[in-house]
Nanobody, 122 residues
Framework: QVQLVESGGGLVQAGGSLRLSCAAS????????MGWFRQAPGKEREFVAT????????NYAQSVKGRFTISRDNAKNTVHLQMNSLKPEDTAAYYC???????????????WGQGTQVTVSS
């Protein structure tokens, strides 16, 4: 069982920045693709970004492209989401996810973290 723990959420003003982190347990972290999803109250969980095991490939939702950057540090078993130019519509609970590859992450990640709240004020 892979355990994922998110941190770094908080309250920021529109136009501000936050950096989310996700710490993963277990060995062979680099063999897992990682991703970020978000869910606002009353809405479906939506894809935000994914990164391949070695960090060579990244994918972003159109809504965050150019503003968010996903990265990973395999030596520390962590993945990050740098969020810049935040908008009120970015307000949501953000979840870290892990899977065998990018396709698995996008389709149905088998492992999820507990989530961290991001609130962007206008």
């Amino acid at each position: 069982q892979v355990q994922l723990v998110e941190s770094g959420g908080g309250l920021v003003q529109a136009g501000g920045s936050l950096r989310l982190s996700c710490a993963a347990s277990g060995r062979a972290f680099s063999t897992y693709a990682m991703g970020w999803f978000r869910q606002a109250p009353g809405k479906e969980r939506e894809f935000v970004a994914t990164i391949s095991g070695l960090g060579r490939i990244t994918n972003y939702a159109q809504s965050v492209k150019g503003r968010f950057t996903i990265s990973r540090d395999n030596a520390k078993n962590t993945v990050h989401l740098q969020m810049n130019s935040l908008k009120p519509e970015d307000t949501a609970a953000y979840y870290c996810a892990a899977g065998n590859n990018i396709q698995t992450i996008t389709r149905a990640p088998p492992y999820w973290g507990q989530g961290t709240q991001v609130t962007v004020s206008s």
